[in-house]
DNA sequence: CTAGGAGCTCGAGTGGACTCGAAGGCAAGC
DNA sequence: GCTTGCCTTCGAGTCCACTCGAGCTCCTAG
């Protein structure tokens, strides 16, 4: 009946709460993300409390944004250890903050190619060229070459909408 | 010896022009990502063209910009479909263009939910309060939950720096 | 003649974050 | 009693884009 006791909750509720299926909120206490140990009830069963609600706010966010499963692992290590390295947290976070900022820079700058690709096949068949200048096969109006070599980056992917539990 | 001749290319110049790995390379022909059979010399090795450079370039660009190859390969039917079609290689383009806008705004508004949780932290430990506001097992300093459900999304991932053939 | 390097094919492995299914426990409602 | 529904554990499967290795051929330099 997954009880509605103001502030205990089930692993149903809590992710109707979060939109995390019970399945991943299992998989994320297996990996050590949660800032305390998920207690049990009489028969085994796991109950949260409000605060893990919260702190799963931040852990999306955190995700969201990219950050690794291992990072936010070992930021959840500090928040455990209590008190006293603030600053190592602050550290993680603003780490994360550039290589962000960087991931979105190189977005931008591969949409932005892409964007005027999309400019020239506009213009051209606005003025009902049809396929003089911009044969792909001959790649020409490719403008912007990608950035040199400085290894291989994995792109984002918006594999968007994965079903939720359910 | 990787002859140097004008306009055609071994796999590993080709490897060195476009900063993808020969591996790579042989993985895209196999997807179909080519505009056109790549063609082999004598004794069967691969021989590319400078076109093929040109395409490599807006290939790499709709890979960084988070265009899964499954689409780039239907890209490139169309082209090798030749004229006649632009409009769906517009429509394909205009469509990547928004899903990559919305996946930049979901990106920025993450961001800026562990911004603010940075200048929090800032302002914190600036103003000397060792631990009171801010406690994150109590989650109260994550202002910002994130945007209701609709439907998990995977984040980018800036696995960043992967080594290129080497 | 030998060594080295580039290329070939095929098939298997990797990593991250889930995602799913099987096999079972327990409580409430009909 | 039986079904329904939520929960448990554990282990395996999925997806994507590579990435690697084994075992081979071929050419050139020394």
């Known amino acids: 009946m997954t009880t509605t006791t103001d502030d205990l909750l089930s692993i149903g509720e809590l992710s109707a709460e979060t939109g995390l299926s019970a399945h991943t909120l299992r998989f994320y206490e297996q990996e050590n993300l949660f800032l305390n140990e998920v207690s049990r009830d009489s028969v085994g069963r796991r109950v949260y409390r409000r605060a893990d609600v919260l702190w799963l706010h931040l852990l999306t ?16 290590d500090l928040v455990r250890a209590g008190a006293g390295n603030e600053r190592q947290r602050l550290d993680l976070l603003r780490e994360h903050r550039e290589k962000m900022q960087a991931e979105m820079a190189r977005l931008t700058a591969s949409m932005e190619a892409v964007a005027q690709k999309i400019t020239l096949y506009e213009s051209a068949l606005a003025e ?16 912007v070459p990608p950035p040199e070599r400085s290894g291989r980056q994995q792109p984002p992917r918006y594999t968007g909408a994965r079903q939720q539990h359910g």
Chains 1, 2 share one sequence.
């Not at 966010?61 to 959840?76: E, V």
């Not at 792909?136 to 403008?143: A, H, P, S």
């Open 61 to 76: 966010r955190l995700r969201d944004s990219g950050m690794p499963l291992a990072d936010i692992a070992r930021y959840a």
């Open 128 to 143: 009902g060229k049809p396929e003089q200048p911009w044969q792909d096969d001959q790649g020409d109006c490719m403008v």
